[in-house]
C-alpha cells in the first residue's frame, strides 16, 4: 500500500511538471508570435496614432497650458492683494526725551522692545492702461499657442500620410521586383532548355541569367527600402522603429474641388503662419500701449490695520496707540526720463512695422507653395493617365513577346526587352499615383488644411 502511494505521488509530480513545462512553452509561443505579428492599419488609423502620440504635439498642448496659467496669473494683477507681517525690535537702552520738564530731565519714549502686526490690503486704481493691455498680450499668448498647436498638427498629418504612401509605393516597387524575378526565372528556364536541345546560342542562356542576377540585386535594394519606409512610418506613429507595420491600399484617388484662385484664398484664410501674424501684430500694440503707460501717473489705494505693544501679544503700549488704522491713497508721476519712454514706445512700433513688412513675404511664400502643389498635382494626375495606357500596352507586349518566344519566333533580347518596358511602365504607374497622393498632403498643407 505504501510503495502505490509513492507511486502515485511520484505521478502527480511528474504530470504537474509537464503541465507546467507545456504552459510555459506555451506562453513563450505566444509571446514571440505578438513580437513577431505584423500590424496593418489604414490612413485614419496611422493620422490618429500620429496626432495622439506624437511628442511635438504633446509639447504643444503643454506650452498652451503654460500660457492659460499666464492668463490667469496676469488677470490677477487686478485683484487686491493682502498680506500680513510681524516683527520684533530690541533697543540697547530705551529712547528718552530730555529737557522735558527742565534741565537734565528725561522721560521715556518708547519701549525697550516693541512687537508689532499689520494687515495690509493693496488695490491698483489706476495704471495707465498697463495691467488691461498685459491681460490682452496674455490672452494674445493663449491664441499664438493654439495656432501653434494647430500648424503642429496640420504637419504631422502630412508627415503621417506622406510617410504612408511612400510604404506603399516602396511595396508596389517590391511587387513589381517579386514578379520581375519571377518572370525572368522563367524566361532562363526556358533559355536553358533551347540551349540543352541546341536551338539557342550559349550567349542567350547568358543574358538571361544576367538580366535575372541583375534584377535579384534590384530586389535586395527594393527590399530595403521598404524597411526604410516602415521604419519612418513607425516613428511618426510612434512605434519601435523596426515593427512589420503594414498599411492597406487606398481605393480611389481624391480630387480638389476648388480652382487654383480657390486655393489661394483658402490658404490665405486658414494658414497658420497668418494667423501667428495677425496675433504678433496685436501683441505689439498692446506692448506700445504698455510702454505708453509710463506716461500717466500710477494711483494706487492701501488699507492697513496694525498693532503694536512691549508683548509679543502686543497686548500693552503705554507710549502709543495699541492699534490703528490707515486708509491711504497713492500717486506716483515720473514726468521726466531723458525719453526712455518715448525710446520704448519707439522701439516697439519698429518692430511691429518689420513685423508687418514681413508679412508680405511671408503671403508670396504661400502662394507659392500652394501652386507648387498643385501644379505638381496636376502633372501627377495627368502622369496616372498616361502611365495606366503605357502599362497596358507593356503588359500586352509583354504576353505576345514570351508567347513568340515559346515558339522561338522572338529573341531572348526581345523578351528581356519587353520585361524592362513592363517593369518601367509598372513602376513610373505606381510612381505618378502614390506621387499624386503625396503631392495631395501636401496641397492639404499648403492651404492649412488637414
Known sequence: MRNFFLFFVVIIVIFGSVHCFALEEKDDVSKNSLTNSSFKYSLT???????????????????????????????????PKFSAEYGYRGLKDAPVIKGFGGPGDEIVADHKE????????????????????????????????EIEKEKVIIDIIEEAKIAYFKVLLAQSFMSVANETVKNLTSHK?????????????YNDLLRAEVALANAIQKREKIAASVKIATSALNIVIDKEFDSNTDVYDIDKIPSVSMDFDMLIKQAMTNRPELKEIDVLIKQLGCGIKMAKSQYYPQVGLMLQYREQGDSPTTDNNEHANRFNAILSVNAKWTFFEWGKTKASVSKIKHEKQKIIEQLRDIKNKIKLDTRNAYLNLNVAKKNIKTAKGSLSQAKENWRITNVQYKQQ???????????????????????????????????????GSR
Open 189 to 201: 528556364n526556358n533559355a536553358k532548355k533551347f540551349y540543352n536541345q541546341g536551338i539557342m546560342p
Open 114 to 145: 516693541l512687537y508689532n502686526w499689520n494687515i495690509t490690503v493693496l488695490q491698483p486704481l489706476f495704471t495707465g492702461f498697463a495691467l488691461t493691455n498685459k491681460h490682452k498680450k496674455a490672452e494674445l499668448d493663449i491664441k499664438l499657442e
Open 409 to 447: 519566333v522572338a529573341t531572348s533580347t526581345e523578351v528581356l526587352d519587353a520585361r524592362t518596358f513592363l517593369t518601367r511602365a509598372e513602376t513610373n504607374y505606381y510612381r505618378a499615383l502614390y506621387g499624386y497622393m503625396i503631392f495631395f498632403a501636401k496641397l492639404n498643407n499648403a492651404i
Open 45 to 79: 488609423q496611422v493620422i490618429d496614432m500620429a496626432t495622439s502620440n506624437n511628442a511635438l504635439i504633446k509639447a504643444s498642448i503643454e506650452s498652451l497650458k503654460a500660457s492659460q496659467e499666464a492668463e490667469t496669473s496676469s488677470f490677477t494683477d487686478f485683484l
